[in-house]
């Protein structure tokens, strides 16, 4: 059974190299890039949650039981209104995540760039 928080889970922790469990345990030792990521994941699965409430939110005002009148197109317009929101602020929180992850990528690159030109370099000047 998988315990998936958004759909971006598995790019998490493809990047991070770790399931989202064992990240948050480890936190404290995350490097600073690293720990952008989980706080970006963190925001965007509590706009994850804010979607689905306000989705059952809907669900129950659109109710089949309750009578078709000006009050009930109303709320319904009303908590389509809340859900759009929720709706952005969970597609921002999605982008920020990216962008967080994209970050962290060029931070290890950077950080492991040096360190696979060395090989190279010495294997060079070992044929001479």
Same mark, same amino acid.
């Given at each position: ?18 399931s989202i469990a064992a990240l948050h345990a480890e936190q404290a030792r995350l490097d600073a890039a @690293?720990?952008?990521? $989980?706080? =970006?994941?963190?925001?965007?699965? *509590?706009?994850?949650? /804010? ?5 059952? +939110?809907?669900?129950?005002c659109a109710d089949r039981q309750r009578r078709v009148d000006d009050q009930l197109l109303d709320d ?16 921002? @929180?999605?982008?920020? $995540?990216? =962008?967080?992850?994209?970050?962290? *990528?060029?931070?290890? /690159? ?5 360190? +696979? ?12």
């Amino acid at each position: 059974m998988s315990t998936s928080l958004t759909r971006l889970d598995s790019r998490v922790e493809a990047a991070l190299g770790h399931s989202i469990a064992a990240l948050h345990a480890e936190q404290a030792r995350l490097d600073a890039a @690293a720990s952008r990521v $989980l706080d =970006a994941h963190r925001t965007l699965t *509590k706009a994850e949650t /804010t979607v689905a409430f306000e989705r059952v +939110r809907l669900l129950i005002c659109a109710d089949r039981q309750r009578r078709v009148d000006d009050q009930l197109l109303d709320d319904i317009s009303a908590q389509l209104e809340v859900l759009e929101d929720a709706v952005n602020a969970r597609d921002e @929180a999605e982008s920020d $995540l990216l =962008a967080r992850i994209e970050e962290h *990528k060029h931070a290890a /690159t950077a950080l492991a760039g040096p360190a +696979r030109v060395a090989p190279v370099v010495q294997a060079a000047g070992r044929s001479r």
